[in-house]
């Protein structure tokens, strides 16, 4: 079975300072991984997204996610985090080798940035 | 369209009503899903179609009944609801069938339906 794990259900940062959401996961197999993002009342966007090949994923808005299979994580940054970045952020992942494309999230973390 | 869209946004009723919710997608993608999202939860799954046919149900209870009518539309109707079932309704859906592989296993989400039952 695989489980996410997000560190920290609240992250505050500055504007302008490094946002760094933290995701591990636990898996049997090789998983793909995803980021998503959800603004209040809205529907998830995603991020971005690792399946195979190079480790260091670049998404939409500025965001990028580096695999580390080795510490089994795939940590969301941004270099300076913007106001429109308060939301809230999913990881989830998924089994490539299992029949349904079914997601697994984590708990989520919410993302505030101070002015 | 990279769209996928949901009908109503906002729904209130009561546990006796009968109502459906509606989501829509004209990307071509063969495979659709109801997720459902608690207040500060992350969204869990509760149906998956592929290709139009039920492919996966996760032990959701008769009162919820997914219908899928053609391969853009999903419904999923409600009847004899409780309060607890209040919550998010999202719809997704994903490029080809359930298999997996690297560009199936994208799911676009809509913007959900929020649920009161009273």
């Known amino acids: 079975a695989q489980s996410v794990t997000q560190l920290g259900s609240h992250v505050s940062v500055s504007e302008g300072a490094l946002v760094l959401l933290r995701c591990n996961y636990s898996s049997s197999v090789p998983p793909y991984l995803f980021w998503y993002v959800q603004y209040p009342n809205q529907g998830l966007q995603l991020l971005l997204k690792y399946t195979t090949g190079a480790t260091l994923v670049k998404g939409i808005n500025g965001f990028e996610a580096e695999f580390k299979k080795s510490e089994t994580s795939f940590h969301l940054t941004k270099p300076s985090a913007h106001m429109s970045d308060a939301a809230e952020y999913f990881c989830a992942v998924s089994d490539p080798q299992e029949y349904g494309n079914k997601l697994v999230f984590g708990a989520g973390t919410i993302l505030r940035v101070k002015s | 369209d990279t769209e996928v869209t949901q009908t109503p946004k906002h729904l209130v009723m009561g546990m006796t009503n009968k109502k459906s919710l509606k989501c829509e997608q004209h990307?071509?993608?063969?495979?659709m899903y109801w997720y459902k999202q608690k207040a500060k939860k992350p969204p869990e799954l509760m149906f998956v179609y592929s290709y139009e046919k039920l492919s996966i149900n996760e032990s959701v209870p008769s009162r919820f009944s997914p219908e899928c009518p053609n391969s853009s539309l999903l419904n999923l109707h409600l009847h004899a609801l409780q309060p607890e079932d209040s919550a998010l309704y999202l719809c997704?859906?994903?490029?080809?069938?359930?298999?997996?592989?690297?560009?199936?296993?994208?799911?676009?989400f809509g913007p959900g339906t929020r649920l009161t039952v009273l």
């Open positions: 990307m071509g993608h063969r495979a």
């Open positions: 997704a859906s994903s490029q080809g069938g359930l298999a997996g592989g690297p560009s199936r296993n994208e799911q676009f």
